[in-house]
């Protein structure tokens, strides 16, 4: 209940500051649909081209990039704001303060900064995928909706919990600025479905940097593609992944020990 | 002056030395992108047998190529250079008698690409065994002839982003002006795919515009797959979009500068 509290004391700050810079907003929701267009436009000039890429038609990468527009929106709204927010507390020592508050440090480091617009990707997103689906004609069942909606929230906690173990890094080699542009940088394979890259990128962002299990799998999840015990193999992944990452920033916590000491 | 250039290399090399992890980051960084759309298309032609004329090779030829010539001629104005404006440490670079941009954030560049293609050498190589191109159509002169114009992309690219970035003594919002000339090289440059896979407007257009120098321009002069006529139409474009780009910056700086000493930080 606590938790449910603080969340909606953070999203009313972050809509307060957002408020405060509306111009800001609105140039941004204008890229943002520039960036659409774009994607679109990439996609239409590839299916000029073909009708099928790593067997997937364009209905599927219309919903893919769906899917991946939430992944984005995860990366943008949440994780590059409170990493930044992360390593300047890191710096200056107020990493301090943030240990000090009787909540759960874990999750006050990574939901207190939230930008808040880009709740309308989430819209968006959900357009896509379902005119995606549409358009590729694929017979979508309750069964498989609810595999895609469990695989995607599961993929969601598998970036999540990535991200907690690479800025909990930062409490052990203090001079990591860059604990996320891993993240960041390969976060593009995630637009195409991972059947279309070479062997070495397919694991790379398969198990290291575990992209397409937010993007590419929950998909195959919609169209069937998955077995009943895969679809389970990767939920549980998600649950493991998330108690991995906890374990991991506890014993991160106790190699911190203040930017003044 | 050369002893100014030297003393200038000197810190700026010293200070991109500092950061050389962050180096390695923006290197991997800007090395995904190519290499997905290379996957893509490469993983079209395979099941095609080649897509509008292209086969696996030439996508194979022109992506590997486009990271030599992406890497030599793209820039990082925006990124060493606005938020000086901004927090008003241009300032003492002001006093000095030398151009803060022409000067100073231009050899900070070189020094920056210098070592990102330390940093991109033996990745280039590791991609070239992975993809065996075949590259045996190659010919000196289309590699001599590409180099004027890949020096010519970069100054080109450079100016324009330095006008833009000089937009900064106007507004806060150089970032996002910025994110749009972004994509207007993703669209007209070549950076997604050959220019000649592009919708036919598209193609028309990017004929005019200065984004193919930084990008397609060399990449098809290096490949050897222009006529003598293109060629020579390509530089034409090339020497015009330098006057362009030299008078547009110069226009912008005189008048940004004026602006920032009136506000008086």
């Known amino acids: 209940m606590n938790t449910l509290k603080l969340l909606s004391a953070f999203l009313k700050v972050n809509i307060q500051m957002s408020l405060a810079y509306r111009a800001d907003t609105v140039v941004n929701i204008l890229l943002n649909l520039m960036w659409l267009g774009w994607e679109l436009l990439s996609l239409s000039i590839i299916f000029n081209n073909t009708d099928t890429i790593g067997g997937w038609g364009f209905g599927e990468l219309i919903a893919l990039l769906g899917v991946f527009r939430l992944v984005h929106t995860l990366m943008i709204a949440l994780i590059w704001p409170n990493t930044e927010k992360f390593n300047q507390s890191i710096r200056d020592g107020s990493m301090d ?49 609810l595999t895609f909606l469990l695989l995607t929230v599961s993929g969601a906690i598998v970036i999540y919990s990535l991200w907690i173990v690479l800025i909990a890094l930062t409490f052990w080699f203090t001079k990591f600025d860059n604990n996320v542009t891993i993240l960041q940088a390969l976060l593009d394979a995630g ?71 | 002056m050369f002893k100014i250039f030297q003393r200038l290399w000197q810190v700026n090399w ?54 030599v010539v992406d890497q030599i001629t793209s820039n990082i104005v925006i990124h060493t250079f606005a938020y000086k404006v901004q927090d008003g440490t241009l300032s003492g670079e002001l006093v000095r008698p030398i151009h803060p941009m022409l000067t100073n954030a231009l050899v900070n560049n070189i020094a920056f690409k210098i070592l990102t293609i330390m940093g991109f050498i033996p990745v280039w190589i590791i991609l070239f065994f992975l993809y065996k ?52 090289i993703l669209l007209f440059s070549g950076q997604f795919v050959p220019l000649t896979l592009m919708p036919k407007l598209i193609q028309d257009v990017a004929q005019y515009l200065p984004f193919q120098l930084l990008i397609y321009f060399p990449i098809q002069l290096i490949l050897g797959k222009l006529s003598t006529a293109q060629i020579i139409q390509g530089y034409l474009m090339g020497a015009v979009w330098l006057l362009v780009a030299v008078s547009v910056f110069t226009w912008i700086w005189r008048n940004g500068v004026k602006r920032f000493s009136a506000v008086g930080a």
């Open chain 1, 97 to 145: 303060y943030t240990l000090l508050q009787p909540v759960n440090s874990m999750f006050l480091v990574t939901f207190s900064r939230i930008t808040i617009w880009r709740a309308w990707d989430l819209i968006l997103a959900t357009v896509l995928i379902v005119i995606g689906v549409n358009l590729a004609g694929d017979t979508v069942t309750l069964p498989y909706v």
């Open chain 1, 191 to 261: 637009r195409y479905p991972v059947t279309v890259y070479p062997v070495w990128l397919r694991i790379l962002v398969t198990f290291i940097v575990p992209i397409a299990v937010a993007t590419t799998i929950p998909l195959q999840g919609l169209r069937g593609d998955l077995t009943f015990g895969r679809s389970l193999i990767f939920i549980a992944i998600g649950i493991a992944s998330f108690l991995i990452a906890s374990q991991v920033w506890k014993r991160g916590l106790k190699q911190y020990s203040g930017a003044s000491s």
């Open chain 2, 14 to 67: 010293a200070e991109q030395w500092q950061y050389r992890a962050n180096l390695i980051m923006y290197l991997l960084y800007w090395l995904v992108s190519p290499i997905i759309y290379l996957a893509v298309w490469t993983s079209i032609a395979q099941s095609k047998g080649s897509v509008n004329g292209f086969t696996v090779n030439d996508f194979v030829t022109y992506y590997l190529t486009l990271l």
């Open chain 2, 133 to 184: 191109p075949d590259y045996s159509h190659l010919t000196m002169t289309g590699v001599l002839l590409a180099i004027p114009a890949v020096v010519l992309g970069f100054f080109v690219g450079f100016l324009l982003s330095a006008a833009i970035t000089s937009l900064a003594f106007w507004t806060t919002r150089v970032y996002s002006i910025h994110e749009f000339y972004y994509a207007m």
